[in-house]
């Protein structure tokens, strides 16, 4: 079954479409377009006319439009309508209408993503799935993943992000969810918010959509909570609570191994016992939120709970690797922890938490040596504070089991001089001059942190550390 006909995009957007026509995706990129899909001629840093022609070659089943491109055929299949972000979103909102998919709408500080996959892992094993790709969280994020859910599934899972006040609330209207839930408040975005009381007030503002009869999902560990309890009693929602001191779903307490994290729980009072297959308190606490969301969803938390060692954090979040040196010589590596997507200073304590608990690998009956390793990064949007925001890392107590840190950008040159002596790397303003040197600074058994937000461009250091060796499979060097 085709996910448009050509009557039914008519239908939602109130466009004009001489041809027929079915789609089976929803595209706004040529780049990954596949045959068949509907290309969306968005205008970004590019006005997406300049590509119709290019997608409809490509295969595409037709082309959403202002206008008819120069060069493009009467006879191609187009729908034209007046605004082609208002048509988007038009056919989102049909997709939700004709779907009985329970859904879920994750916002927060910090996780988002993460706990995104986390539910679209384990959820997909009980029911079929739709979530949204990578961080497909903004204005034109969320109606894209809408319009491409398929009318059969089962459970929808949409995250919701924000720079600026008054932009949740808008897309959880649009995703209409029947379970909303807010991972944590932490000062992020802080340039555009005056406090961490009004960022609190706009995560709370994703109770606007949810459908009556819902539930909240609610971190019990911030101190922001109140504003979000009551944000979801204005919108007379069920609220299940999670974290440390959460009574529905509470995290008891956990170890962090080298590249598992054991959890001890409880579960409306029953204790249970978790494994995620990944390093970090944060992960155990979202994990504590993604098992009370699919309760909520009406799925099977038990299964949940075993299925969550399944997930893994996305690229860019915490993913660990095993880069080696040298393929001859099987202890010749080091270990990548890449976390260079996001930062702020919640998610930079949790990484050099993860950081600090690294201990020595015993590869062939060879124990390496363990140096940990800390690339650190700009944070950004942090407000007028972010200098002494930066300089505070240096005081961060897991930095106490850390062996050097190294810093990059302007606002982290703060974190740097505070830094103890004997930890004290070097620094650059710049990744790109960082880079210069950067094979000197890593030895065999290292491991080694990249963290930063992602215009602090430390991507362009991960990259450059994968390339020193051979990424190995996941399965190729374990612990003896």
């Known amino acids: 079954m085709a996910l448009w006909s050509a009557a039914e995009a008519v239908r939602a957007t109130g466009g004009l479409s001489d041809v027929p026509w079915d789609a089976d995706g929803v595209s706004i990129d040529t780049r990954t377009l596949q045959p068949g899909d509907l290309f969306v001629a968005l205008t970004d840093i590019?006005?997406?006319?300049?590509?119709?022609?290019?997608?409809?070659?490509?295969?595409?089943?037709?082309?959403?439009?202002?206008?008819?491109p120069n060069g493009i055929?009467?006879?191609?299949?187009?729908?034209?309508?007046?605004?082609?972000?208002?048509?988007?979103?038009?056919?989102?909102?049909?997709?939700?209408?004709?779907?009985?998919?329970?859904?879920?709408?994750?916002?927060?500080?910090?996780?988002?993503?993460?706990?995104?996959?986390?539910?679209?892992?384990?959820?997909?094993?009980q029911g079929r799935t739709h979530a949204s790709v990578a961080s497909y969280n903004n204005h034109w994020g969320v109606p894209l993943t809408l319009a491409r859910m398929p009318i059969d599934t089962e459970f929808g899972i949409f995250e919701i992000g924000m720079n600026h006040p008054g932009e949740i609330a808008p897309l959880s209207q649009m995703v209409k969810p029947h379970v909303a839930m807010i991972t944590t408040?932490?000062?992020?975005?802080?340039?555009?918010?005056?406090?961490?009381?009004?960022?609190?007030?706009?995560?709370?503002?994703?109770?606007?959509?949810?459908?009556?009869?819902?539930?909240?999902?609610?971190?019990?560990?911030?101190?922001?909570?109140?504003i979000l309890v009551q944000a979801a009693l204005a919108h007379n929602a069920t609220i299940v609570g999670f974290g440390e001191k959460a009574e529905a779903f509470r995290l008891v307490a956990m170890e962090i191994h080298r590249d598992v994290t054991v959890i001890q729980a409880r579960i409306r009072g029953a204790p249970a016992?978790?494994?995620?297959?990944?390093?970090?308190?944060?992960?155990?606490?979202?994990?504590?939120?993604?098992?009370?969301a699919v309760e909520a969803m009406a799925g099977d938390p038990g299964r949940a709970s075993v299925d969550l060692f399944r997930w893994e954090p996305p690229a860019g979040r915490g993913r660990r690797e095993t880069i080696v040196i040298d393929a001859a010589l099987s202890n010749a590596s080091f270990e990548l922890i890449d976390d260079a997507y996001n930062a702020n200073p919640s998610s930079m304590a949790a990484a050099l938490e993860v950081l600090a608990a690294a201990t020595p690998r015993t590869l062939?009956?060879?124990?390496?040596?363990?140096?940990?390793?800390?690339?650190?990064?700009?944070?950004?949007?942090?407000?007028?504070?972010?200098?002494?925001?930066?300089?505070?890392?240096?005081?961060?107590?897991?930095?106490?089991?850390?062996?050097i840190v190294h810093c990059i950008g302007p606002r982290m040159k703060a974190c740097h001089a505070k830094l103890p002596v004997d930890i004290r790397g070097s620094w650059a303003n710049t990744a790109e001059v960082f880079a210069a040197d950067l094979a000197s600074l890593i030895a065999v058994g290292?491991?080694?942190?990249?963290?930063?937000?992602?215009?602090?461009?430390?991507?362009?250091?991960?990259?450059?550390?994968?390339?020193?060796?051979?990424?190995?499979?996941?399965?190729a060097y374990k612990e003896t």
């Open 273 to 292: 016992a978790l494994r995620l297959n990944t390093a970090g308190r944060h992960f155990a606490v979202n994990a504590m939120g993604a098992l009370a």
């Open 46 to 68: 590019r006005d997406g006319h300049d590509f119709v022609a290019q997608a409809l070659e490509k295969g595409a089943a037709a082309a959403l439009v202002s206008r008819r």
């Open 364 to 403: 062939d009956g060879v124990t390496l040596n363990v140096r940990r390793v800390a690339i650190l990064g700009d944070m950004l949007e942090l407000g007028s504070n972010e200098i002494e925001i930066h300089s505070d890392i240096a005081i961060n107590p897991h930095l106490a089991m850390v062996d």
């Open 185 to 226: 408040i932490a000062p992020a975005h802080m340039e555009a918010f005056e406090s961490i009381d009004a960022i609190a007030h706009e995560k709370a503002s994703v109770m606007t959509g949810l459908c009556s009869g819902g539930a909240a999902i609610l971190p019990a560990d911030v101190k922001s909570i109140n």
């Open 73 to 125: 055929s009467k006879n191609a299949p187009l729908l034209i309508v007046d605004d082609v972000l208002r048509a988007l979103e038009a056919l989102g909102k049909a997709a939700r209408a004709r779907s009985n998919a329970k859904i879920i709408a994750v916002t927060g500080s910090v996780g988002k993503t993460s706990t995104k996959e986390m539910l679209r892992i384990i959820l997909q094993y």
């Open 446 to 475: 290292d491991v080694v942190l990249v963290k930063g937000s992602l215009g602090s461009k430390l991507s362009l250091i991960v990259d450059l550390l994968r390339k020193l060796g051979q990424r190995s499979s996941p399965d």
